[in-house]
């Protein structure tokens, strides 16, 4: 029952920065994952970068590493994606999910919440 929203997306110029940010709601913020997932046009889903709140452990798929850090403001319920040099290849929709517990890779079945998305565009 975790309430996940997902916000920041936007179109940006290769080269540049932009942070998105997903909060969430209906479960102790501690005791969750949360991952981002992104979708191209064309492609399958992928994992981004997932972070265990509690531990506060963070993994990176081999794509984003070093170019995004993933981060949370556990006041505020949030966790951000701060996407650094962005490429063409970053365009995608990007999803947030939650999964309960510590969870340190990017397994998608193993995230049970999903937020709707927001559109990160990257021009050449």
């Known amino acids: 029952d975790v309430q996940l929203q997902a916000s920041g997306g936007g179109l940006v110029q290769a080269g540049g920065s932009l942070r998105l940010s997903c909060t969430a709601s209906?479960?102790?913020?501690?005791?969750?994952?949360i991952g981002w997932f992104r979708q191209a046009p064309g492609k399958e889903r992928e994992g981004v970068a997932c972070?265990?709140?509690?531990?506060?452990?963070?993994y990176y798929d081999d794509p984003v590493k070093g170019r995004f850090t993933i981060s949370s403001d556990n006041a505020k319920n949030t966790v951000y994606l701060q996407m650094n040099n962005l490429k063409p290849e970053d365009t995608a929709v990007y999803y947030c999910?939650?999964?309960?517990?510590?969870?340190?890779?990017?397994?998608?079945?193993?995230?049970?919440?999903w937020g709707q998305g927001t559109l990160v565009t990257v021009s050449s």
């Open positions: 209906g479960f102790t913020f501690e005791r969750l994952s």
């Open positions: 972070i265990s709140i509690g531990e506060g452990k963070t």
């Open positions: 999910a939650a999964g309960r517990g510590s969870i340190v890779v990017t397994v998608e079945m193993w995230f049970n919440s």
